[in-house]
């Protein structure tokens, strides 16, 4: 990997977060611009609002799978964690507003549980967390699919509400997911479980002969992944007013999610990453949806567009000389 | 493996031989023949060789996508776009052949170019542009699937003339035990053989090694980029064999192929080639379609609802790498497959410790 040496000329490196964010601008304006020969206004409120809307719910679930990339796993069973919470949180409201608190925790002890069953499988069975968490996922699809023909449940106005309001033009979903961003961004850096989670994506071997207990920083991973998915599927049950068993793999959470967090520069082997990479990386894709729907786009073609940004974006990154090593190792952190 | 060198008396050569059974890479095969006569059991025409044969031909498709991801996977890489190369190749065979039987030819020259150039495309950009597969494929899926949805307006569309679907459908009749030889049999049968010589071949060798360690693999003068390009170009042409088979039986939708790639991953981590390269045997990834496929019919035949399928699939895929994990594991400690994990780190961890610098230079 350490290719870029090797290389006759030194190129200006970058840091990858930066290069994300100089994406985004950069698709802001030809998005703006598309827009506007299209005879919209792209910076129109409700069209901020609009694309702020739609980084909340992958936001949600990207920033979890960040953290389990950074280990060196990844987790594709979030959209079926996302549909289970989204049903177990609206059976369990049936529209009364008394039982809001009883529904969103059992959705999140739900998912809490499906991430421990991911963490558990890949740190102590040693299974690739492909795999393991393709089989997990499995295995709550199969129940969904039996025990669920339809949407079910409903959920009351109160709860609703949170989908549908917003502090001026920034919706409160959006909010959320963004002050979640920031205390797991905190938690990455201010936390010794944090930094557990770089060092063992680094390098799990190396981590282990530091005296680093392995398994920890993964299996936390994987929950707080879980639980980002099922706050996701508690905020796509408020948008929809019912829990739905295939709101997950219809919006295709799983790859999206991974995509994003690749588009935001996390290194798909991990160890090295970040939250606000990330974030820029499910604004990118947000922007570009919202452009492609002004402009009237053929929405199977917006798939085409997707596939060919994210290989371009991570040539671009690994093609140019990215500086890869984050300053937090020049930094205090040494002294451990 | 080699353990050849001297003629060993019968007794350790039936040990051998259950060792390799119960080892990862012979466990699929004990885990399939047990499917197969508890399918026998349920429903003692199964093993009536004409309903056998259907039942091969059945798994045709989804083995001979699996023999050319096992390429893709030993190398260390992945293939996610398989199944839609699946629906573009019925789509094409499906709007470009139509009803003139003339067209049979070049349209399926057409579709393996179609085959090479997505490969190419794939592997190029994996290895040139150094982009993870994992990222490469899922972006050739999105963009394929995207085109084909394009194309078709998301519905069935096309009708291949009836004698090019003879290739998924029909067989050689009149066969005395069987009674039919279906072609995708005999197309399985050959692309079986075809794996197993490539795989024994050099490049078959250095592409293993090149999974196991790219940097090795470099010093000692492979190209890798191209041998790790062609298990890419391998994968999408056994995708274009099993699209050009489904067409066949399935049909002209864009949503033929759906989820192959994943299916296609699991038989291959079921015959024990493990995730992330250098360690798979080709003939071991072809009966972990079969063995996944025997468990569905199983399930069906146990009148088990069909919905709880993809439960008892992920139940199975966990336990079959948690078991060749800790296998692997165990033999690689302990020399002794069975061993408890246990002693064989008790066994290693001494002789490792004057040393640790040696284990970790590496990254």
Redesign the interface.
């Given at each position: 990997m350490s290719?870029a040496t090797t290389r006759p000329k030194r190129r200006m490196r970058l840091d990858s977060t930066v290069i994300v964010y100089i994406a985004l601008i950069v698709v802001i304006i030809i998005g703006a611009i598309l827009v506007n020969t299209a005879g919209r206004n792209f910076f129109s409120l409700g069209n901020i609002r609009d694309i702020l809307t739609g980084m909340s719910v992958l936001g949600l679930v990207a920033v979890g799978q960040t953290l389990v990339i950074l280990t060196g796993s990844l987790d594709l069973s979030v959209p079926y964690v996302i549909s289970l919470s989204s049903l177990l949180a609206a059976e369990t409201m049936r529209g009364n507003p008394n039982n809001i608190a009883q529904g969103v925790l059992l959705a999140l002890a739900f998912a809490a549980i499906a991430g421990l069953a991911n963490g558990l499988?890949v740190t102590k069975?040693?299974?690739?967390g492909?795999?393991?968490t393709?089989?997990?996922?499995?295995?709550i699809?199969?129940?969904l699919?039996?025990n669920y023909q339809g949407s079910a449940g409903s959920v009351p106005a109160a709860f609703q509400f949170i989908g549908a309001t917003g502090l001026g033009p920034v919706p409160i979903s959006t909010i959320i997911m963004l002050a979640l961003a920031t205390l797991v961004f905190l938690f990455l850096r201010k936390t010794r479980m944090g930094h557990h989670i770089y060092a063992v994506g680094?390098?799990l071997?190396?981590s282990r002969?530091s005296g680093l207990r392995t398994a920890r920083p993964i299996i936390v991973a994987h929950v707080i992944c879980s639980v980002m998915a099922g706050l996701a599927g508690l905020l796509l049950a408020s948008r929809l007013g019912v829990g739905s068993p295939t709101v997950g793999s219809q919006g295709g959470y799983d790859?999206l999610s991974?995509?994003a967090v690749?588009l935001g520069g996390t290194i798909?082997?991990g160890g090295r990453g970040s939250i606000w990479g990330t974030i820029g990386g499910v604004a990118i894709f947000a922007v570009l949806d919202s452009v492609m729907s002004a402009i009237q786009f053929?929405p199977?073609?917006?798939?085409?567009?997707?596939?060919?940004v994210?290989?371009a974006a991570?040539?671009i990154y690994?093609?140019r000389g990215v500086e890869r090593r984050r300053a937090r190792f020049a930094t205090k952190e040494v002294q451990r | 493996m080699s353990d050849a060198t001297t003629a060993p008396a019968f007794g350790t050569r039936a040990l051998n031989a259950l060792r390799v059974l119960i080892s990862p890479r012979g466990a699929v095969f004990l885990l399939l023949a047990i499917l197969l006569v508890a399918i026998t059991a349920l429903n003692p025409n199964f093993a009536d060789p004409g309903q056998f044969i259907r039942f091969v031909q059945r798994v045709a498709p989804i083995a001979i996508v699996a023999i050319g991801q096992y390429f893709v996977i030993v190398s260390g890489e992945f293939d996610l776009s398989v199944g839609s190369v699946i629906a573009t190749q019925v789509v094409l065979a499906g709007n470009l052949i139509g009803q003139d039987e003339s067209k049979i030819v070049p349209v399926t020259l057409l579709m393996i170019g179609v085959g090479i150039l997505i490969g190419l495309i794939n592997g190029l950009v994996t290895t040139l542009l150094r982009v993870p597969s994992f990222i490469v494929t899922l972006g050739m899926m999105l963009a394929l699937l995207g085109i084909v949805y394009y194309v078709t307006g998301g519905s069935a569309s096309g009708n291949p003339v009836d004698s090019f679907r003879e290739i998924g459908r029909g067989g050689i009749r009149d066969v005395p035990i069987f009674g039919i030889i279906p072609w995708a049999v005999i197309i399985l049968a050959v692309t079986l053989a075809v794996a197993i010589l490539i795989s024994k071949s050099p490049y078959g060798k250095t592409l293993i090694a090149a999974g196991d360690n790219v940097t090795t693999q470099r010093y000692s003068g492979v190209r890798v980029w191209w041998v790790k390009t062609s298990a890419f170009v391998i994968s999408s042409l056994s995708a274009t064999i099993a699209g050009i088979l489904l067409v066949g039986y399935a049909g002209v939708h864009p949503s033929v192929g759906r989820g192959y790639e994943f299916i296609a991953i699991t038989a291959v981590v079921l015959g024990g080639v493990v995730l992330g390269g250098g360690r798979g045997w080709v003939v071991a990834a072809a009966a972990g379609a079969f063995t996944l496929e025997a468990l569905f019919t199983l399930l069906n035949f146990a009148d088990v609802p069909s919905t709880w399928r993809d439960t008892i699939q992920g139940v199975i895929i966990i336990a079959a790498v948690a078991y060749s994990a800790v296998a692997f594991r165990a033999r690689r400690k302990g020399r002794a497959p069975l061993a408890s994990p246990e002693q064989g780190k008790a066994s290693e961890s001494a002789p490792a410790d004057p040393a640790p610098h040696t284990t970790s230079m590496e990254g």
């Open positions: 290719t499988v069975l040693k299974v690739n492909f795999i393991a393709l089989g997990v996922g499995l295995i699809k199969g129940y699919d039996t680094g390098s071997e190396v002969l790859l991974i995509a690749v798909l082997a053929n199977f073609l917006k798939d085409v567009v997707r596939g060919v994210i290989v991570v040539a690994t093609g | -």
